[in-house]
């Protein structure tokens, strides 16, 4: 799933007190945090109104943040306002939902904060302006009259060029290289897309005066992205350095701040390297399975040949779609609140530059554009033969069920149903948290194979499929690892690569990739951190329940409040208050 933002925007159990207990009925200081809540995320959305879009507010079509240092300022203050008010609230006065509610945006204001002040998001880092013209949801859903999308479309081009002069106040004078030679590709990348799949996606558009308007603010868009890249390659690459750790104090806070583990990183990665040590036995074991006689990473690349034809791949993909939900259903395994499924198409030409497979879910808000989207990425006629070979590879049958698991279901697709069908309300559908929501999709991999799926009673074939789940889960154990070493233990890029090579038994343009990230995206050691806490909270839940529990109500019950932290969601579920620490 493409996230935005806001799923970083977590949940963090940073208060020390309680709410007094109270009926099921609001409390008398409700009224007032509502009044409040809803101030902030006026606030929040007027500021970042991409994100309003994304979430279904329509208000927000065709306008973009602004990053002058005015701006930016005065968010910072609005910030810290918000966070100060927050602090002198009576949490004794609150329901226990407006209590829950109450940690969750504090939490995201503190998140916020920290980006600002402790990781440089607007001074340190080229990305946040490089991507900054994203007009792909205009053409991707149809929320509006594709005239009125293309208006919206015309009023963001037109702050191009005041978005990159910003960006040029704002930055630092010296700025880490992996995040300009990221910047660099992504802004090109911008005015790829903006100079050749957008236009081809409005190629239909019959308004020869708005298009003529669209075509002068796509080229002025075009013009300053490419510039801002150029300056970038001339004036911040050649003194660029390799400063991108946040440093151990930073990466505690973001532990703290986004899922509320005050576990060191130095534990987190002990952790880590203990569970990766037991996905390496756990692929060993299953290749040994398939082929005792070849090494288990031949074995694996052997596994990637048995794959659909260019024709089928998406016919293959469809079948299998609706044989995993199913297997669902037949297994009692989770319950599926809508008969509407989610609908296997090829990758939008305009987006197949980016994207292997992807889904595009509308946002809790939208009412127009209903529709939710597993995008498969075909062969390109153009490829070579090799080319075409390799790309087929990644979508071997085993590990396309994978993605399809992750993606669809029970994975994001499953979790916006849920999320759609909960009481949850406008803070806990906004702000939600990293490891929650990408930890509940990597999660249900493992789940579903241990449940049997791909298991007929042929031992070779079932340890296909699990090879192909241990493959991708020491993809995102590997990421932890990496994400501590860099942040906290100084390693460089080239040493992550190798401990990708090593340990996730990927080539090194794959495992480079994958290190690169790393440097910007430390949270993305959250995979695993959110697949871990919810194997913890499910072994818990089941001695809590003896025989009431099943395995659908554990999961019904998980994707029931929203998209909270998973130590918080320990609070809501568990009874035993001793355990509600015990997150992993």
């Avoid at 205009?138 to 929320?143: L, M």
């Avoid at 809508?338 to 296997?344: Q, Y």
């Avoid at 100084?490 to 990708?500: A, L, R």
Wanted: aromatic share 10%; net charge neutral.
């Amino acid at each position: 799933m493409k996230k935005t933002d806001l799923v970083f925007f977590a949940v963090c159990a940073l208060i020390s007190c309680k709410p007094k207990p109270s009926a099921d009925s609001p409390s008398s200081g409700d009224v007032a945090f509502q009044k409040l809540a809803d101030g902030y995320i006026n606030g929040y959305l007027a500021m970042r109104p991409s994100s309003g879009v994304y979430l279904g507010y329509h208000q927000y079509d065709g306008k973009v943040s602004d990053y002058s240092k005015a701006s930016l300022d005065k968010e910072l203050a609005r910030l810290k306002d918000f966070e100060a008010k927050l602090t002198t609230t009576d949490t004794t006065a609150l329901s226990p939902k407006a209590f829950l509610d109450y940690r969750i945006l504090r939490s995201a204001i503190k998140q916020e904060i920290f980006s600002f002040e402790d990781i440089g998001a607007f001074t340190k880092n080229p990305m946040t302006y490089a991507g900054a013209i994203d007009v792909s949801i205009y053409v991707k859903r149809n929320f509006a009259p594709i005239e009125d999308r293309v208006r919206s479309i015309i009023a963001i081009e037109k702050q191009a060029g005041k978005i990159m002069a910003d960006a040029k106040l704002n930055l630092n004078d010296t700025l880490a290289k992996p995040y300009v030679e990221t910047a660099i590709e992504i802004a090109k990348g911008s005015a790829d897309f903006l100079g050749g799949d957008l236009k081809v996606a409005l190629k239909d558009v019959k308004n020869d005066s708005l298009m003529k308007a669209f075509n002068a603010a796509n080229d002025a868009a075009i013009k300053a992205i490419n510039g801002f890249a150029d300056y970038l390659s001339k004036e911040k690459l050649p003194k660029a350095n390799n400063k991108y750790a946040i440093g151990a104090a930073n990466y505690q806070k973001m532990l703290l701040y986004n899922e509320g583990i005050t576990l060191t990183p130095a534990q987190i990665l002990e952790l880590g390297l203990k569970e990766l040590k037991k996905e390496q036995d756990s692929f060993n074991a299953a290749a040994k399975i398939i082929n005792p006689n070849k090494k288990p990473i031949d074995v694996y690349n052997d596994l990637q040949k048995e794959h659909p034809t260019a024709a089928n791949l998406l016919p293959e993909s469809r079948k299998n779609l609706e044989k995993i939900r199913q297997f669902l259903v037949d297994k009692s395994i989770i319950s599926i609140p809508s008969e509407v499924r989610v609908k296997a198409e090829e990758t939008p030409q305009y987006a197949r530059a980016t994207s292997t497979a992807s889904m595009d879910t509308p946002g809790p808000f939208e009412t127009k554009a209903t529709e939710a989207y597993y995008y498969i990425t075909p062969v390109d006629p153009k490829w070579d033969a090799k080319q075409q070979e390799d790309w087929l590879s990644q979508f071997n049958y085993y590990t396309t069920d994978m993605v399809t698991i992750h993606e669809a279901y029970p994975g994001h697709y499953t979790q916006f149903l849920h999320l759609n069908a909960s009481g949850a309300d406008r803070i806990e559908k906004i702000f939600g948290s990293y490891a929650f929501v990408e930890g509940w999709a990597h999660y249900t991999e493992k789940m579903l194979v241990d449940e049997g799926y791909g298991n007929t009673g042929d031992p070779v074939k079932a340890a296909k499929y699990r090879i192909a789940q241990s493959g991708e889960a020491l993809l995102r154990l590997c990421r932890l690892c990496v994400s501590v070493k860099t942040h906290t233990q100084g390693i460089s890029v080239d040493e992550g690569t190798k401990f990708f090579m090593d340990n996730w038994y990927q080539g090194d343009k794959p495992s480079r990739q994958e290190a690169l990230r790393g440097t910007f995206d430390p949270g993305y050691l959250f995979y695993t951190v959110g697949k871990l806490e919810l194997l913890k909270l499910r072994e818990d839940y089941k001695k809590q329940e003896g025989a009431n529990y099943s395995l659908k109500k554990f999961h019904d019950e998980a994707l029931s409040h929203g998209m909270p932290q998973v130590g918080m969601l320990r609070e809501i579920m568990l009874k035993d208050k001793s355990t509600w620490k015990n997150v992993l």
